[in-house]
């Protein structure tokens, strides 16, 4: 009997794999089409389950043209080449070589594919970043582009568009200057309430406001002096929150202390819009500052005490060495005060106006990668400027320095 009963469960237990479609050996797997044909098109055989999200990935430079491969797709369904952004040049030229509205993942569904295309025409600047100054240009002069959806569907290995929806939907304009500047205090707000007010308080955030190139030129210029006054700048560095602010504590973990990694970006900042000195004072704080750590390991954040002569700054008890945006934030001062930019492709070094704090005399930079090719330089600081000079060069790379 008992052997029995075992059967008559085994027995149930196929049938009811079978009607759920489990036991089916060439049951139909698809990874997420909902036409069961997967990829391989109308004539194609269906592809195998694949767990590889279905974002497409359109070309491998900003224009998304080319012919790219993707995983999960059937040979005869290469990606087609489809420019459906034609300002990105312009943008690119806008921004300072970002991209300020760029909608850049298609989605696949099954053989369906949906996208943003842009059409209507795109206004330039007289110069570039100059609509940050309210020239009706880039993004201030978004209702001369037109964003579409668009639906194109595979066909003999080829896509054909279906159908155009043209969007009345705009970008929101660049209220930031608006929204977040605290025109008595001279920096900009830390963040909007829930009623959209502005949190207007005095904190290192408006200075990477700076690295991203958002700030208007004119309040640059009163915002660096916010930044580097003596409620802000402590000797060693900027602090996250002013003294003098409700909330200040120069013990903080927020509120008060100073992060090397938010100095770094700030330093970077200035030296964007034409701070070098300012942003070498930075420099010079942290890195005289980085003298008084064990093993000279720049810490998460220090107290934001202000500097005393002849002594080093308070430690936060429980801040992370290392770590590592303080590890990174020494290569990123070096970039900002030497004016050190990179261009790979054509093998170019360029150094704009370098300095060097005072404490440091010399610097060397040793193999320093330039595509394929690698360069030592030296660096000597003197009472007017930095002099450069080339040590070792291997390969084909020209070094560029503006005084």
């Known amino acids: 009997m008992k052997h029995f ?27 997420g089409n909902n036409n ?43 990606l087609a080449d489809i420019v459906y952004d034609p300002f990105v040049p312009a943008e690119r030229r806008e921004s300072g070589g970002g991209l300020i509205a760029h909608y850049p993942s298609p989605i696949l569904d099954g053989n369906d594919v949906y996208f943003t295309v842009k059409t209507g025409t795109y206004t330039a600047c007289s110069s570039p970043t100059n609509w940050t100054n309210g020239e ?24 054909v568009r279906q159908w155009n929806f043209v969007s009345d939907w705009k970008p929101a304009p660049n209220r930031f200057e ?32 700076l690295f991203t190139g958002i700030v208007h030129p004119e309040r ?76 000279h390991r720049v810490p998460e954040l220090f107290c934001g005490f202000q500097q005393d002569p002849g002594e080093g700054p ?25 004016g050190l930019t990179i261009d790979g492709p054509e093998r170019r070094v360029y150094l704009t106006r370098p300095r060097l704090p005072a404490s440091l005399d010399e610097l060397r930079i040793h193999n320093l990668e330039v595509g394929d090719a690698t360069v030592d330089l030296l660096l000597r600081r003197h009472e007017d400027d930095v002099g450069v000079n080339v040590l070792r060069r291997d390969g084909d790379v020209q070094l560029m320095v503006v005084m």
């Open 36 to 78: 069961g044909g997967g990829d391989g098109g109308p004539s194609g055989p269906p592809l195998p389950a694949s767990n590889a999200p279905f974002w497409t990935q359109w070309g491998a430079n900003p224009q998304h043209s080319g012919e790219v491969p993707v995983a999960g797709q059937g040979a005869i369904h290469q």
């Open 314 to 338: 308070i430690t936060y008890p429980v801040a992370c060495a290392p770590q590592a945006w303080s590890a990174a934030s020494v290569f990123l001062l070096f970039q900002a005060c030497l």
């Open 136 to 159: 009706a240009c880039g993004p201030n002069a978004w209702h001369t582009m037109v964003w579409n959806e668009a639906r194109d569907t595979w066909v003999n290995g080829a896509l």
């Open 178 to 209: 608006a929204m977040f500047w605290c025109e008595d205090l001279s920096t900009y707000a830390l963040a909007l309430d829930g009623q959209k007010r502005p949190c207007r308080v005095r904190t290192s955030n408006a200075g990477q406001c």
């Open 220 to 295: 640059a210029t009163r915002l660096a002096r916010t930044l580097s006054g003596p409620d802000s700048f402590s000797g060693w560095g900027v602090r996250t929150l002013a003294a003098g602010e409700a909330r200040y504590n120069p013990m903080s973990y927020h509120n008060g202390s100073v992060w090397p990694h938010d100095n770094a970006l700030i330093a970077h900042g200035l030296v964007r819009y034409g701070f070098g000195d300012l942003a070498l004072q930075i420099w010079t704080g942290q890195f005289e500052a980085g003298m008084y750590f064990d093993l």
């Open 5 to 31: 009963l075992q059967i008559c469960l085994i027995v149930i237990l196929i049938a009811f794999l079978n009607a759920c479609g489990g036991g089916s050996s060439d049951s139909n797997q698809s990874n």
